[in-house]
């Protein structure tokens, strides 16, 4: 088994990568007619799966990568795509019928979709592993020499993965992964002079944990608010909320210090947290295991969750992709549930700016491929944007394959000097996206019925015009009510009527149900579009 600790087995894995400077351009998508490679996508994510079960339909989360069919566009590429469960036929074909000038037959010689026909609660990647025979069948089917692997987040098991199929990984080494943890966000801003909230270390207990959030409240006398995150938290929902209102006669100042830790220990029980059937009991049981910090909320009345997406090439040239307003739901607005492309008009080439100090901090300490940074913006008095950054995802997120699906399909360009996105034609095109449309009244809809939902009603991506709607996690739907979909428009407007028309359109479709409901606040839209040209 591979391990970070074995220097001989990661300096072997970190000589495999270094292959892929020959060959990275091929790897993004960045392909000419010229591109000859095969595709190992393994969408494991494998992350801490006590925390991956608070997301409901965390197991069909492996289709999210599904984006990279489109790669076959190009008649030389090939591509291997691995699941834990085979995939509905109808999904397969759904991506394979948006290859524009490309016979459908083609591009599905060209595909080899295999599965470990195993649903239980354990990475992808540890699955493969445990199967020979199926490693054997990956490694023979690929031109070892033409061939790069990528995931949705490396770990030691994807790293294990690389070494015996002698595959290159394009991503960040596991050793580095510490970089896009909470603490390690934080040292990383530290050390690239980013704005961030005031908050602590990795605390491994409740009694360390009291006594940094006493800490930084004494540091900050005003504070109404802190957060307090598991390290390794996914979308949100690891995070609770401790309200210090309730608590004023503790206030620093007023008691002593032991008494305020005290106080803050026992308000621990009464947090808000921000995942379903999330207690105090479990929460706290994770904080020996992933550890936890406490940071400083940020309040303000006009408030909103941006991000910026980068890449670091195996060349070490840091660019950044795009960005986006996030939209966040549950009990305080710290769930990630979808985003709009671009981020607004009024910080998005500051948000750049910044993700490029990131980024090259980032790849000073040796990082690859995606990274993805949030940030919390809120506007002053004078009408500026107060820009604190939150967190780092070192490897794909939900904003990741919105954005591929719009520039695989278009094979457009994503333009610094505006920030905006432009087609081959040069038309600027703007998109909202969700990992999130979740209604009981869509339980029980098969994906081939979504299929004739679509076909009927004209939802489709219509490659002539380059607007519409793509659909993902087709999965999930029957059995939890759950899709995404990234609707596309040549403005604000467009993509935002087309997403409308999506919601309105499925609403008609499927029986009503009195206890419907939409993590998207009933398809509001919290975000404001204006400037976004």
């Known amino acids: 088994m591979f391990h970070i600790s074995d220097l001989e087995q990661l300096e072997k894995f970190r000589y495999l990568q270094s292959g892929l400077r020959e060959r990275w351009e091929s790897v993004e998508g960045d392909e000419s007619s010229t591109s000859d490679v095969d595709i190992l996508v393994i969408p494991s994510l494998s992350l801490d799966q006590r925390e991956l079960k608070k997301i409901e339909g965390y197991e069909h989360y492996e289709e999210r990568l599904l984006f990279s069919l489109i790669r076959l566009w190009n008649p030389r590429n090939r591509l291997i795509y691995v699941t834990?469960?085979?995939?509905?036929?109808?999904?397969?074909?759904?991506?394979?019928?948006?290859?524009?000038?490309?016979?459908?037959?083609?591009?599905?010689?060209?595909?080899?979709?295999?599965?470990?026909?195993?649903?239980?609660?354990?990475?992808?990647?540890?699955?493969?592993?445990?199967?020979?025979r199926l490693l054997q069948h990956i490694r023979r089917a690929l031109r070892i020499d033409k061939a790069f692997m990528t995931c949705y987040n490396s770990t030691d098991f994807e790293a294990e993965l690389s070494l015996k199929l002698g595959v290159p990984l394009y991503a960040a080494a596991p050793d580095l992964q510490i970089w896009g943890t909470k603490s390690g966000s934080r040292q990383i801003f530290a050390e690239a002079g980013i704005p961030h909230p005031d908050g602590s270390q990795r605390m491994w207990n409740v009694s360390d944990l009291a006594e940094a959030a006493a800490q930084l409240w004494e540091r900050q006398p005003t504070l109404q608010r802190m957060v307090v995150k598991?390290?390794?938290?996914?979308?949100?929902?690891?995070?609770?909320?401790?309200?210090?209102?309730?608590?004023?006669?503790?206030?620093?100042?007023?008691?002593?210090?032991?008494?305020?830790?005290?106080?803050?220990?026992?308000?621990f029980t009464k947090m808000s947290f921000q995942a379903k059937q999330e207690t105090w009991e479990t929460f706290s049981g994770r904080i020996a295991e992933l550890g936890a910090i406490v940071e400083a909320f940020v309040e303000g009345e006009i408030k909103l969750s941006p991000s910026v997406q980068g890449r670091i090439t195996p060349t070490g040239k840091v660019e950044v992709l795009s960005t986006h307003d996030q939209i966040l739901g549950g009990p305080d607005g710290q769930i990630y549930l979808g985003c709009k492309f671009p981020a607004a008009e009024a910080y998005r080439l500051k948000l750049q700016q910044l993700g490029l100090q990131i980024g090259r901090k980032l790849a000073e300490k040796g990082a690859l491929e995606r990274y993805g940074v949030d940030f919390i913006v809120v506007k002053q008095n004078d009408g500026t944007w107060d820009i604190q950054a939150i967190e780092i995802?070192?490897?794909?997120?939900?904003?990741?394959?919105?954005?591929?699906?719009?520039?695989?399909?278009?094979?457009?360009?994503?333009?610094?000097?505006?920030?905006?996105?432009?087609?081959?034609?040069?038309?600027?095109?703007?998109?909202?996206?969700?990992?999130?449309?979740?209604?009981d009244r869509y339980r029980g809809l098969l994906p081939n019925d979504l299929m004739d939902i679509i076909a009927h009603h004209r939802l489709h991506f219509d490659t002539g015009t380059e607007t519409g709607t793509v659909f993902h996690l087709m999965g999930s739907l029957s059995e939890f009510g759950k899709l995404g979909l990234t609707s596309i428009g040549d403005s604000p407007q467009q993509a935002e009527e087309i997403y409308n028309k999506v919601v309105k359109v499925l609403d008609e479709e499927t029986p009503s149900n009195e206890n419907d409901f939409s993590l998207l606040s009933k398809q509001t839209f919290p975000i404001s579009w204006e400037g976004c040209g």
Request: aromatic fraction near 8%; avoid cysteine; charged fraction near 20%.
């Open 84 to 132: 834990s469960v085979p995939l509905h036929p109808s999904i397969i074909d759904y991506y394979l019928q948006l290859l524009p000038g490309i016979p459908f037959s083609h591009a599905r010689n060209r595909l080899l979709l295999l599965s470990t026909y195993d649903s239980s609660l354990k990475p992808l990647s540890q699955k493969i592993l445990e199967r020979p």
């Open 230 to 267: 598991l390290n390794e938290g996914i979308s949100g929902e690891g995070n609770a909320l401790l309200d210090l209102r309730p608590i004023p006669e503790v206030a620093p100042e007023k008691v002593s210090h032991q008494q305020r830790v005290m106080a803050i220990a026992n308000n």
């Open 393 to 439: 995802n070192l490897r794909k997120g939900g904003t990741t394959h919105p954005f591929m699906t719009l520039k695989l399909l278009t094979n457009g360009r994503y333009e610094l000097s505006t920030g905006l996105f432009y087609s081959q034609q040069g038309r600027p095109k703007y998109y909202i996206a969700t990992d999130n449309l979740q209604k």
